[in-house]
DNA sequence: TTATTTTTGTGATTTTTATCACGAAATTTG
DNA sequence: CAAATTTCGTGATAAAAATCACAAAAATAA
């Protein structure tokens, strides 16, 4: 159903999707009906022209005069960033920001479901996180060899990012959630990174106020 | 300093800047002394002439047939980036999320202080998380008057972005540093926002795997 | 029903961003 | 010390991304 049109999607494009799916799903559960480019890009503070180029990658979603139906754009939008795949997610290291993970991110919001916990502290391994009950990290391998998994996400010590990488790699992952700082290398396997690197998020800040003044 | 050539820096360079930073920190603690724009190109997996061309905006940091002296470009980027006017920074919603920050994120290292934490749960007012004592959201306003605030970082529920927003503006804040899942509306205050979306940093990823299958 | 308005999807254009390529300057080698 | 090599900074070029503009289609109004 994706790229029934075009060629690669840029990655401008990508970026964009999410946000458009936020969006949507917001008119959506407002039980706003139809909305046109026009309207929808002065919520969004883009052009109109922009979202009609931006969708035409992936079809034809509007209908003129008319605009688009929320709901079936929405729908559309998941569709193609794979939110029905129902991809599987395990999450190693339990720390804060991992515990935060698991209690306030709505995984199932965005498709995935979270299947399992790890860590490599014994005084955490056993206990329940969220109904997640913290597994040692020593059976991650064994846990990958038996549950087929999709994405693994790291918020381990800095220090550990290269090695649980490599595990995640062996285990068949396809994806990694990267929440630590550092750069990971998954060589020539095809794994793909997505890093949220807090740091860098912060420094533009700083860098656009220090611009201001 | 900053700025010392051309006009507006885009953004694109504004985004890459911290990824610059955070390298060139790396090989300085590792006692690097030295780099040219290809090797630090290699290293980050972009070309050396876009390294060459951005840092361009700022000045002329290297030295022909020599490269980079680390220590020096690692100095000019922290000082492009704002990072020694030392901005405070306060935290609002000291919940799972915000526990993690105050507890794991190195303010430090991006130049920031972290000058206090607050929430709004009586449970939670007056303990102490990381050596911070977490105070009532009912007494943001009066802190704001008395301590300026460069920075403030929401930790909230999205129920609460838009309010702990507008209090954060009439406080005086340069920036918000938002963690909740929502746009929010800071008006022509000319305050600066760094959203930190976690889900559409997922759903990028989950279309990054479906589209490889 | 017919005229007017709305709005899409897309080719053309403009703007922005990234890469190329080379002179100039400094280093390193012989 | 001179020749060869390295490497920067930048103007020119290419590629990518965003915007414009309009025909076509559908909705709405008269």
Redesign the interface.
């Known amino acids: 159903m994706?790229?029934v049109k075009k060629g690669k999607?840029s990655n401008a494009v990508?970026?964009r999707?999410?946000?458009y799916?936020?969006t949507l799903d917001a008119f959506y559960r407002d039980g706003i009906v139809r909305i046109s480019s026009s309207a929808l890009g002065s919520s969004m503070g883009i052009t109109a022209s922009q979202i009609r180029q931006d969708l035409s990658c992936f079809g034809e979603f509007g209908q003129q005069g008319y605009g688009y139906n929320i709901a079936d754009l929405r729908r559309e939008i998941a569709d193609?960033?794979?939110?029905n795949?129902h991809?599987s997610a395990i999450l190693l290291g339990s720390?804060?920001?991992g515990?935060?993970?698991l209690?306030?991110?709505?995984f199932a919001?965005?498709?995935?479901t979270l299947t399992a916990a790890f860590d490599a502290d014994p005084a955490l391994i056993g206990t329940s996180i969220s109904g997640f009950n913290v597994r040692s990290i020593e059976t991650l391998d064994e846990y990958l060899k038996t549950h087929s998994t999709?994405?693994g996400i790291l918020t381990v010590p800095k220090s550990e990012a290269q090695n649980m990488t490599n595990h995640l790699i062996a285990g068949g992952v396809?994806?990694i959630?990267n929440f630590t700082?550092v750069e990971i290398d998954v060589g020539d396997s095809?794994v793909?990174v997505?890093s949220?690197?807090?740091?860098?998020?912060?420094?533009?800040?700083?860098?656009?106020?220090?611009?201001?003044?």
Chains 1, 2 share one sequence.
């Not at 919001?109 to 995935?112: A, E």
């Not at 949220?196 to 003044?213: C, G, P, R």
């Open positions: 994706q790229q999607v990508i970026r999707l999410p946000r799916y936020r193609i960033l794979g939110m795949h991809y720390g804060n920001l515990r935060a993970l209690r306030n991110f709505r919001k965005t498709g995935f999709s994405v396809k994806g959630w700082n095809g793909t997505e949220v690197h807090f740091s860098d998020s912060l420094l533009a800040l700083s860098y656009l106020i220090s611009e201001k003044a």
